[in-house]
């Protein structure tokens, strides 16, 4: 691989023990994917911040690099952590659980990495222009990013992200190539998307029939919006390897490349969506009794959102037996939290929690059974990964439950 004079400076440890390590990093997974040179990011986006995820090791691995004075050369940010970083006693975190995860929140910190913990940077800061190069990890942001914003990263992993983060590089390769952004798959959508949880079910499909490759989808009647294209990258991306997708005149790159997309169309590998397709996956995850939880807010829910659930919940109680939790970022919070949308959501019994979501917090600490949810990749993590009942549906008719129950 091609490296310039400072890059090598960096490899051979003259600007830090830390800098070295990452871009040993960075050097040695582009050379094992073929990339010929590094090239500069303006951001990153770092998971593996719950201590759920990366326990004693993960602490350990940031606290050498800490010592080894790594710092961020670029504005970087954090993926949710395992808890609410100031209300976590109301989520039953268990004590030692909670001064680990403070002890990982301090060291990304420390090596100047924003305490955003949220899952949706795009939506509060971190938010790239069309052709920029970035690195983050979080698959749903990866896909937002490339797809909605235009810019341009691969799905990185945790340490990639954070090596990234530390030396401003990455490698250049996959999604940074232009050539590897073309569509691959044109998804004719012959039913109406009328939400986000539509969006959500349709990315989920998509990927798990195509698994890999670049989805365009034609125009749908109405256009998506914000929290409609976060929905479909998050079910893209959980279900299959997708990390970009475009739709027909609406989404950057479909709309510059418009000639060139359509002449290739007839080579692309076609795929119908009818109602009944989306009806199936409704149908995969259906709960039959009363949830414990209603969960929104997965990708983290966006200050649109909150408003909706507000003006829904003014004036209503939910159910004494029922949780709603809305997961957000902090400074979305702030904001709901000026205007009132949070108190109208806490008097009707339901709680907005930041800076993490149910995937990566300690569910069992929590003891919950059966969750309902209006988004696809929460249903199927909680599912795969907890074996909890999980049962999906529009926002509307989740906070209808969480008031009525079923
Ligand atoms: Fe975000 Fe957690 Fe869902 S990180 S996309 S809320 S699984």
């Not at 590897?180 to 949880?197: A, D, G, V």
Request: charge should be positive.
């Amino acid at each position: 691989m091609f490296l310039t004079k400072e890059e090598e400076k960096m490899l051979e440890g003259e600007y830090g023990e830390a800098t070295r390590i990452a871009m040993r990093l960075i050097v040695k997974v582009g050379e094992a994917l073929g990339a010929q040179k590094l090239i500069n990011v303006n951001s990153a986006q770092v998971s593996g911040v719950s201590y759920k995820n990366i326990g004693d090791p993960g602490i350990q691995f940031l606290e050498d690099l800490v010592r080894s004075g790594g710092r961020s050369k670029i504005l970087s940010t954090l993926n949710p952590a395992g808890m609410d970083l100031k209300n976590w006693t109301m989520m039953n975190i268990p004590k030692e659980f909670a001064e680990k995860q403070l002890k990982i929140i301090n060291l990304y910190m420390k090596m100047d990495i924003l305490p955003t913990c949220s899952c949706i940077p795009y939506l509060i800061g971190n938010s790239p222009n069309y052709n920029e190069h970035i690195a983050w990890a979080e698959s749903s942001a990866v896909t937002y990013a490339n797809s909605v914003l235009g810019a341009k990263t691969n799905r990185e992993g945790g340490p990639l992200a954070l090596a990234s983060a530390l030396t401003g590089k990455t490698a250049y390769y996959g999604l940074h190539l232009k050539e590897n952004r073309f569509p691959t798959h044109y998804i004719e959508l012959k039913t109406e998307l009328r939400n986000s949880t539509d969006y959500s079910v349709l990315g989920y499909l998509v990927g798990k029939k195509i698994r890999t490759g670049v989805p365009l989808f034609s125009n749908p009647k109405i256009l998506p919006k914000v929290e409609d294209l976060k929905a479909l990258s998050a079910g893209l991306a959980t279900s299959g390897s997708i990390s970009i997708f475009h739709i027909e005149n609406y989404t950057t790159e479909a709309v510059l490349n418009k000639k060139q997309y359509q002449s290739e169309k007839d080579h692309m590998e076609k795929i119908s969506i009818e109602e009944e397709d989306l009806k199936s996956i409704f149908d995969e995850y259906a709960l039959t009794s009363n949830p414990d939880l209603i969960y929104i807010g997965c990708p983290h829910a966006s200050i649109q959102e909150i408003r909706k659930l507000a003006h829904m919940l003014r004036k209503k109680k939910i159910k004494r037996d029922l949780e709603l939790w809305i997961g957000t970022a902090a400074n979305v919070k702030i904001l709901a939290d000026r205007i009132g949308y949070t108190n109208i959501i806490e008097k009707s019994g339901g709680r907005i929690i930041t800076d993490t979501c149910i995937v990566v917090s300690p569910l069992k600490t929590l003891g919950l059974k059966r969750i309902l949810t209006n988004s696809a990749k929460a249903c199927y993590y909680l599912t795969a990964l907890e074996k909890l009942d999980v049962g999906i549906a529009k926002l509307e008719d989740c906070v209808d439950t969480a008031v009525r129950g079923m």
